[in-house]
Nanobody
Framework: QVQLVESGGDLVQPGGSLTLSCAVS????????MGWYRQAPGKEREWAAT???????AYADSVKGRFTISRDSAKDIVYLYMNSMKREDTAVYYC?????????WGKGTLVTVSS
């Protein structure tokens, strides 16, 4: 069983920056495919970024160039660095781990972009 705990959600102004963390237990993260997803109010959950076990990254067009996903394998933490934030980035952000075809989710952390 893989357990995920997100943290770092906060209120941030448009144009600001924020870093989210996802602490992973139950498996070393370097054998997992890790992803960040988000769900805005009244909308479906959408994919934002992925980092594979091999370290390859991919981003949704809506966050490309502004968000960066990375991992610290020594600490088993995955990060999402968010820059140049927009009001439409407001959402609950979820961390997901995939191992052997099974998906594990965290409970999410709220990010609000507002002046």
């Amino acid at each position: 069983q893989v357990q995920l705990v997100e943290s770092g959600g906060d209120l941030v102004q448009p144009g600001g920056s924020l870093t989210l963390s996802c602490a992973v237990s139950g498996s070393p993260i370097n054998i997992l495919t890790m992803g960040w997803y988000r769900q805005a109010p009244g909308k479906e959950r959408e994919w934002a970024a992925t980092i594979t076990s091999g370290g390859n990254t991919a981003y949704a067009d809506s966050v490309k160039g502004r968000f960066t996903i990375s991992r610290d394998s020594a600490k088993d933490i995955v990060y999402l660095y968010m820059n140049s934030m927009k009001r439409e980035d407001t959402a609950v952000y979820y961390c997901k781990a995939r191992r052997n075809g099974m998906d594990f989710w965290g409970k999410g952390t709220l990010v609000t972009v507002s002046s």
